[in-house]
C-alpha cells in the first residue's frame, strides 16, 4: 500500500525565506534517499507560521529505510543542522496518509 507521509511544520514566520531556502535543499535529497517529494507547501494567505511536506513511499519499511538512508547522507545531515542552529522549525509533526479509493 502506498503512503504519504505529511509533515506540518510551525515555523519562525520571520525566517520564512530561511525555511524556503531549507525547503529547496530537500528537492534533491529526499528522492536521492528514496522518497517521491510531492513538495513543500509555504504560508501565503492566513495563517503564516504552517508549511507542508508531502513525501510518498510505497510503504511504511520504505519510509523506515529512507529515514536511514537520509540520517547517513552528508547533504541531508548539513540540512538538519543547519534548522538546528538557526532554530527556523519551532516544532514538527508527521501523519501517514493513505489515498482514498478512486481518487
Request: hydrophobic share 40%; charged share 30%.
Amino acid at each position: 500500500m502506498a503512503i504519504t507521509c505529511c509533515i506540518r511544520y510551525v515555523i519562525d514566520p520571520f525566517k520564512l525565506d530561511e525555511f524556503e531556502r531549507y525547503a529547496r535543499r530537500w528537492g534533491t535529497i529526499i528522492p536521492r534517499c528514496g522518497g517521491d517529494l510531492l513538495g513543500y507547501f509555504l504560508p501565503h494567505e492566513g495563517t503564516n507560521n504552517v508549511a507542508l511536506a508531502m513525501i510518498g513511499f510505497e510503504s511504511l519499511a520504505a519510509y523506515e529505510a529512507y529515514r536511514s538512508r537520509l540520517k547517513a547522507d552528508p547533504e541531508g545531515a548539513e540540512n538538519f543542522r543547519i534548522a538546528q542552529e538557526s532554530k527556523f522549525i519551532l516544532s514538527e509533526e508527521r501523519t501517514f496518509l493513505r489515498r482514498a479509493e478512486s481518487t
